[in-house]
């Protein structure tokens, strides 16, 4: 016969039932066995104070021993029931009831595929996320070398403004013209120079 | 033999608790 | 008795018991065992018989008492009644621990991980939907740049 560890009962009780009922039963076959002790002392005793009484302690013992082995008897038939009893209706799980604490084994059943799969689904969105932190830290560093960048270019561009604006100040609308104009009049300038220079070689 | 069983049972009331614990801290410093 | 389904089952049980194992070692039983001391001393045979009953219920009812105290029985008793009571109307075997931790600790930890990965599809969705913002801000930024850079090319041009 398969031994019953009634585990889910430990789980509960914090204690094997079998064990419980074996200590209650050793209590009371120990407590039976001192009865009987103290009956035959009280007995023998009371004998002792009886004169001229031929009853024998050996004789005092047989029935005793008479008494207690009905006794035992009668008590292991009897606590066998008890303990039957007890183990089936008393200290015992009943099997359509679960403990508080595994109620959330039928709260989420789980197969261990489902269990795998959920842990993969797990690590891909963790890659994601790191890889969307990734991306959302590129994409900020990107847009702070923007500004730079932008500030720069913006720069320049303020720089062709301001030589712009400097030759609209002196007169010069459109930069071609006054620049061919300017070669023109440098060119004649050398000439006059050169004129000069010669006629004040001459003098 | 007792002991075991008594062992056994009290390990599994007490220890997904205990496991919890730690699989819930794991999970929040992951998401910290 | 008082108290829970359980706690007064146990108590009817076990006073079931000594009522049967009294009422098998009768007195008369007694008697018979002890037959010459008996025919001597018939009151005294009673009133040793009397004392032995009396004692041994006391010391059984005692040790009960010490075995719910030590396990807490009472207050145990009180929680599978509530416990069974609950579970009234289901039929079926309920669960049982399989004997292997990792299988039975996987629906232990499956509502956490289940909070876990909303967490992080959450944050993954709105990190997506940041980062598609940062993304237009980007692209506009490289439209932006290439624009000045177009200007900054005419104008050198022009120059040139």
Redo the contacts between chains.
């Keep these: 016969m398969s031994v019953d560890?009634?585990?889910?009962e430990?789980?509960f009780f914090?204690?094997?039932p079998?064990?419980c009922l074996l200590r209650v039963y050793i209590a009371f076959q120990d407590y039976l066995f001192e009865m009987m002790l103290v009956v035959e002392g009280v007995i023998l005793k009371k004998l002792d104070g009886i004169p001229g009484c031929n009853i024998s302690p050996s004789q005092i013992r047989k029935c005793t021993e008479k008494f207690l082995l009905f006794m035992k008897e009668h008590f292991d038939k009897l606590f066998g029931k008890m303990e039957e009893m007890l183990l089936q209706l008393v200290l015992n799980i009943p099997k359509n009831v679960l403990?508080p604490?595994d109620r959330?084994q039928e709260q989420y059943p789980c197969s261990r595929e489902q269990f795998q799969a959920l842990q993969e689904e797990l690590r891909q969105l963790?890659q994601q996320c790191r890889a969307e932190g990734a991306a959302g830290q590129a994409l900020r560093a990107e847009l702070e070398e923007q500004k730079v960048v932008r500030a720069e270019l913006e720069k320049i561009l303020e720089w062709f403004d301001g030589l712009e604006s400097v030759c609209r100040e002196h007169g010069t609308g459109n930069f071609k013209e006054s620049f061919a104009f300017l070669t023109q009049n440098s060119k004649k300038l050398q000439e006059v120079l050169k004129d000069v220079e010669e006629k004040s070689k001459k003098m | 033999?007792?002991e075991l069983?008594?062992e056994?049972?009290?390990?599994?009331?007490q220890?997904?608790?205990k496991?919890?614990v730690h699989?819930?801290q794991a999970?929040k410093a992951?998401?910290n | 008795a008082n108290g829970s389904g359980g706690a007064r089952l146990f108590a009817a049980v076990v006073d079931t018991f000594l009522e049967k194992l009294v009422a098998a070692g009768s007195y008369q039983r007694f008697a018979n065992c002890y037959r010459c001391f008996y025919d001597l001393q018939p009151q005294l045979t009673r009133s040793i018989y009397d004392q032995f009953v009396s004692q041994l219920q006391a010391s059984i009812q005692e040790e009960i008492q010490e075995v719910k105290n030590e396990g807490n029985l009472e207050r145990l008793f009180d929680s599978l009644d509530k416990i069974v009571e609950e579970a009234k109307e289901r039929e079926e075997p309920a669960w049982r621990?399989s004997g292997i931790?990792e299988e039975?600790?996987r629906s232990?930890?499956l509502p956490?991980?289940l909070?876990?990965r909303s967490?992080?599809r959450r944050?993954l969705r709105d990190r997506q939907q940041d980062n598609s913002k940062v993304a237009q801000c980007v692209l506009a930024g490289r439209d932006r740049i290439a624009e000045l850079q177009q200007l900054i090319q005419d104008r050198q041009q022009a120059w040139q």
Excluded: S
């Design positions: 560890p009634m585990a889910y430990a789980q914090g204690f094997t079998q064990t403990l604490e959330v963790q | 033999f007792d069983i008594v056994t049972a009290a390990r599994r009331k220890w997904p608790k496991i919890l699989a819930i999970m992951e998401q | 621990p931790p039975d600790m232990a930890l956490h991980l909070k876990h967490h992080l944050l």
